[in-house]
């Protein structure tokens, strides 16, 4: 017999508790399937692992950090000290079923009926839901009448490379790790595994970044064996948030640097405006690219990428550099390959150019695969609209799929902080449930949906990965009205022109 509860929540990442805080009067029942909230803070970091965004804007907007001034970037553990004192403070753990974790979800409803999106809370259920826990092998079937899935996409499920027949990591006599696995090691496992050993690590994202540093970490001293990043897509990486001595949000994060960007239903006009402002915004990207490549040995290093900054910046991908990582590199500590396709041999991998590296240790920094998490779990033939119409995943307002009835998915689409992306989104969602604003039709959603990816396309070559930083306050200007708040929540037009908009600007009118 299922258990009956209005909401249903998967996932106790920053999403899934920021959902929970905001739907907490529908007493939701949040799953997770490991012993802890936090998600990728707690199960996907290494020992260096910092917040990448400045700690003022990945901040709830009704709970501050104690120290939200300080510059430092907070490590991993202070994220999740966070977490929990916000969840504390709110009283949102009450909800959470650890040690919980959804293997299958089944659609209830009536299709047929849901072509069209009515209330959220039907008064019926549409979903049932199959939990697995730690201590049974039975598994508990719920029933909720709105899912909100917050399974993240990053953590929990490896990008595995693909390799010729025999040329796989079963013929390598060395070991094979991904960054997943590197992250459950302690401290001394993780020293152990790289010091004194040939170390080869495939990516140059900022998982790879951070892991080049703790191996070099791990061989300082004349016997130390220099690791190997193996890098084939290139990105720009940025030292810290100034750029020749201006703040970096100047250029990307205010109303008047984004006002040079494309943003959907923009009409002709501004599309004019745009492509007339267009040498601006790429004199912008170039002022900084030419500081990172002064600032930076990014030409000695074979580092320096072709593309303009501003499409790694519109995808969401810019990372910072740890302050070591070029020193290591000047001492031999780290070396860098560039290469497109590689694969195993007995002693370590071959390249495409001919050559060969030794190995003991192969460590893949090659992402995660986020949507895999997904259609393990949603039934058909919602898990075919997943990528519908053109592999990217369609969200209205980067959360509601038009073509899934009574369900949200919050957390699948980034911009420069990802926990305010997530928490202004569940706000929306806590007053849609409340049947304060209704939907439009699916058609409308759809062509939304689909304007916003054509922004993306155009504006960035890796526009796959969904992501708003170019156009985020048209975004949440566009979630607020829908709303019924004011979009334009500064005092005074300076600083709606000039000044960042954060999560603070968000905070309830009391
Ligand atoms: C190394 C790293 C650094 C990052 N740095 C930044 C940064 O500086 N700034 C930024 O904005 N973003 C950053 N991110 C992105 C980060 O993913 C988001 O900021 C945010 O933490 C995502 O939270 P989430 O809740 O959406 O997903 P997750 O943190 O992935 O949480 C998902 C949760 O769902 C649970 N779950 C999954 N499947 C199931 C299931 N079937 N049943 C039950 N539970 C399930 C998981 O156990 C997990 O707890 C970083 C990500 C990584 C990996």
Request: with cysteine.
């Amino acid at each position: 017999m299922a258990i009956q509860s209005k909401i249903g929540i998967i996932g106790g990442g920053i999403s899934g508790i920021a959902a929970a805080k905001q739907l907490s009067k529908h007493n939701p029942i949040v799953f997770e399937a490991t012993d802890s909230i936090g998600g990728v803070w707690k199960h996907c970091s290494y020992k260096s692992t910092k917040l990448q965004t400045p700690r003022c804007d990945y901040e709830f907007s009704d709970f501050p950090w104690t120290q939200r001034d300080n510059k430092n970037f907070p490590s991993y553990q202070e994220i999740l000290d966070y977490l929990y004192s916000y969840a504390t403070y709110f009283d949102v753990l009450k909800f959470v079923k650890f040690n919980s974790k959804v293997i299958e979800i089944r659609f209830v409803g009536d299709f047929k009926n849901s072509s069209e999106y009515g209330s959220l809370l039907p008064g019926h259920p549409v979903w049932e839901v199959g939990v697995q826990t730690s201590q049974s092998e039975t598994i508990q079937w719920y029933a909720f009448e709105f899912l909100v899935i917050c399974t993240g996409k990053y953590g929990d499920i490896p990008a595995m490379p693909k390799f010729p027949q025999n040329k796989g990591p079963e013929i390598f006599q060395g070991k094979v790790v991904h960054t997943l696995d590197y992250c459950k090691l302690n401290e001394e496992e993780s020293t152990q595994l790289l010091k004194d050993r040939k170390v080869v690590i495939f990516g140059y994202k900022k998982s790879a970044i951070d892991l080049a540093v703790e191996c070099a970490e791990a061989n300082q001293g004349p016997d130390g064996q220099p690791c190997t990043m193996v890098v084939r897509t290139l990105h720009w990486t940025v030292p810290h948030y100034s750029v020749w001595g201006l703040p970096f949000y100047m250029f990307y994060s205010t109303r008047a640097s984004q006002f040079l960007h494309e943003r959907p239903n923009q009409g002709f006009f501004r599309t004019l405006i745009c492509h007339m402002l267009s040498p601006m915004r790429r004199t912008l990207s170039k002022m900084i690219e030419s500081y990172l490549a002064w600032k930076l040995p990014l030409e000695k290093y074979g580092l320096k990428p072709e593309h303009p900054f501003e499409e790694d910046y519109a995808s969401c991908q810019m990372a910072i550099l740890p302050e070591n990582f070029f020193s290591e590199a000047d001492k031999g500590k780290i070396a860098i390959k560039r290469a497109s396709n590689w694969w195993f041999c007995e002693g370590g991998v071959e390249f495409d150019d001919g050559t060969k590296l030794d190995a003991d240790v192969v460590v893949l920094a090659t992402g995660f695969d986020g949507k895999q998490k997904l259609k393990a779990i949603l039934p058909d033939p919602f898990c075919s609209f997943l990528e519908f119409p053109s592999g990217i995943m369609p969200l209205y307002r980067g959360t509601i799929n038009p073509m899934i009835p009574n369900m949200a998915f919050v957390g699948y689409i980034e911009s420069v902080s990802n926990l305010h992306t997530a928490e202004i989104r569940c706000k929306w969602l806590s007053r849609l449930v409340d049947d304060l604003f209704e939907l439009p039709s699916i058609e409308k959603m759809l062509d939304q949906t689909t304007k916003e990816m054509e922004i993306m396309r155009r504006t960035t070559r890796f526009y796959k990965r969904s992501c708003i930083s170019t156009f985020s306050i048209n975004h949440s200007d566009e979630i607020c009205e829908e709303m019924g708040l004011r979009s334009w929540r500064k005092n005074n037009w300076i600083a709606e022109a000039f000044s960042p908009y954060n999560s603070q600007d968000y905070e309830e009118e009391k």
